[in-house]
């Protein structure tokens, strides 16, 4: 199989507070780690790539200093919401490609963020 | 990578095959057919893809055409549990997803 868990499934935080979002692969060895957003009625739209030990590529428009990114290792990977507001409010998905296999990302069954 | 065009809903009675349609008329040679599906408030489930030759799982099955221009998912017993939305997406292997607007299929009783 290829699982991908996230942690947690939903979150409540107040305006200005930083939340951490985990994506672990749990059989699997996951080189390469994405971050998507999507908000509601919209579909996902990519926010990173996230590769092991090396610094997270960023899509157009993405804010690398309030989407902190963190691949520590081949199971792991953490998107951090710095200064969350209200606007930030959304379902965010990692994805994972097995190591050597980069063919078919595997997802995760999503974060959903809310900001008061 | 290439654009695709669905079909933004479908409807299907429950126990029929669903059939999907995509097209994707600037396809290129080295590009796959990748199909994801999305339940409602869930993360995408990988379904199944191919480059040019029909393939099949315990999911679905892919048939894509002779000139590559189109493909059709086909679920061969819908469910109720297969309502979602459905993404056609092509992409070069190594590269990244981009989703479109997919297709909403509905299976009713």
């Known amino acids: 199989g290829a699982v991908v868990s996230q942690h947690p499934s939903w979150v409540i935080c107040k305006s200005g507070t930083s939340v951490k979002i985990e994506c672990r692969s749990l059989d699997f060895q996951a080189t390469t780690m994405f971050w998507y957003r999507q908000f509601p009625k919209q579909s996902l739209m990519l926010m990173a790539t996230s590769n092991e030990g090396s610094k997270a590529t960023y899509e157009q428009g993405v804010e690398k200093d309030k989407f902190l990114i963190n691949h520590a290792s081949l199971t792991l990977s953490t998107l951090t919401v710095t200064s969350a507001h209200p606007e930030d409010s959304s379902f965010y998905i990692c994805?994972?490609?097995?190591?050597?296999?980069?063919?078919?990302?595997?997802f995760g069954p999503g974060t959903r963020l809310l900001v008061l | 990578d290439a654009k695709t065009t669905q079909p933004t809903s479908m409807d299907c009675a429950e126990g029929r095959a669903a059939n999907l349609p995509c097209n994707h008329s600037t396809i290129s040679g080295n590009e796959y057919v990748y199909w994801y599906r999305q339940i409602h408030s869930q993360g995408p489930q990988y379904i199944i893809h191919?480059?040019?030759n029909n393939e099949t799982n315990e999911m679905a099955s892919l048939i894509i055409t002779e000139d590559r221009k189109s493909s059709t998912l086909i679920l061969p017993h819908a469910t109720l549990r297969d309502t979602a939305v459905y993404y056609c997406i092509v992409r070069v292997a190594w590269s990244t997803l981009t989703f479109g607007k997919g297709t909403m299929l509905l299976v009713s009783p």
């Open positions: 994805s994972a490609t097995k190591t050597g296999i980069q063919e078919t990302q595997y």
């Open positions: 191919g480059l040019k």
